[in-house]
């Protein structure tokens, strides 16, 4: 197995808060900043995740820059729990799988109803509809097209041999083994854990295309599912053929508090279905990086570190980094104030959920064409 040592990760934590370099010290997760340079090289201009640090971390990731490189075919896992309304967390998972389909990887995209129904413990039918209605429209919303290369499925209503990995990746894990991945396990858990070893691993199989080369962007919090499909992958190496994938890491969105944004927690969260005006409101009670008093702040100078708005910018509202870099320097020089950065990221917030709204309302009616929902 993979290094195990170390703090135990809680996948279905909350609002669980993560000090991302535990990922490189005890679980072999390699800084994505060294790579930057080679993807320039094979992918042109860096998504501004990545070369904004945001994300951070990645195993094997230079595997598939070289496989793209050489004209491999190369394919994206990634997935979204239908738990909650979809907000600008999820929007991270959903600008990256964008960005690689754009590229021309074979993209899959899994809905996990089955395990927001049994360890979420919510009602199956809120499920698929908040899967369709919030977390496939607003993929389609932000751009993702439907091809032939682009795959979107539910855990409940996808094909044969996916189910029969589920049951053959049993066999081979013991109890003690995903404990020391992820803690204390109930039934409902190990269900979850063995099914997302699926999703991630089953492009590999020749049903699904057998691609060889799999990468799946993640938050930092998903880590164990990924050290459970490495595992599993050596162990059916002979018998399967598969190999272990490679997985990038992002940074966590930080909710208007200051924790960890979440759909449970509504009122420090923004969605990407809030009125525009709710959402200006909420962002300007966020908490900023700002001194004490103006005659501090012009004095010291703000810590756009710290300050959530800020942090939108870098994530979300500003594309251009030259304007970025001079917001943050006039926060750091003490020439910019919280209220009136406040109120330039509202209106960028505005138009920007305006303009995506609009795009929703259209994207909602081709749902059907992109997934088939389960029928119960």
Known sequence: MEQQHGPVIDPWGTAVRLEYEKLFQYFGVKPFAELLPRVREAFGEPLHLMRRGVIFGHRDFDKIIEAYKSGERVALVTGFMPSGRFHFGHKMVADQIIYYQRLGFEVFVVIADAEAYAVRKLPREKVIETGLYEYVANLIALGLEKNKHTHIYFQTNYETPYYRLIQMFSRRVTMAEMEAIYGKLEPAKVMAALTQAADILHPQLEHFGGFRHVVVPVGADQDPHLRLARDIADRFEHELGLQRPASTYHRFQTGLDGNKMSSSRPDYTIFLTDPPEVAAKKLMRA???????????????????????????????????????????????????????????????????EEHQRRLEKAKDKVLDYVEPPSF
């Open 287 to 353: 908490l900023t990086g700002g001194r004490a008093t103006v005659e501090e702040q012009r004095r010291l100078g703000g810590e756009p570190e710290k300050c959530t708005i800020y942090e939108f910018y870098v994530y979300h509202l500003i594309m251009d980094d030259k304007q970025l870099m001079k917001i943050y320097e006039d926060c750091r020089g003490g020439r910019l104030l919280c209220g009136e950065d406040k109120r330039y990221a509202a209106e960028l917030l505005t138009k920007f959920l």
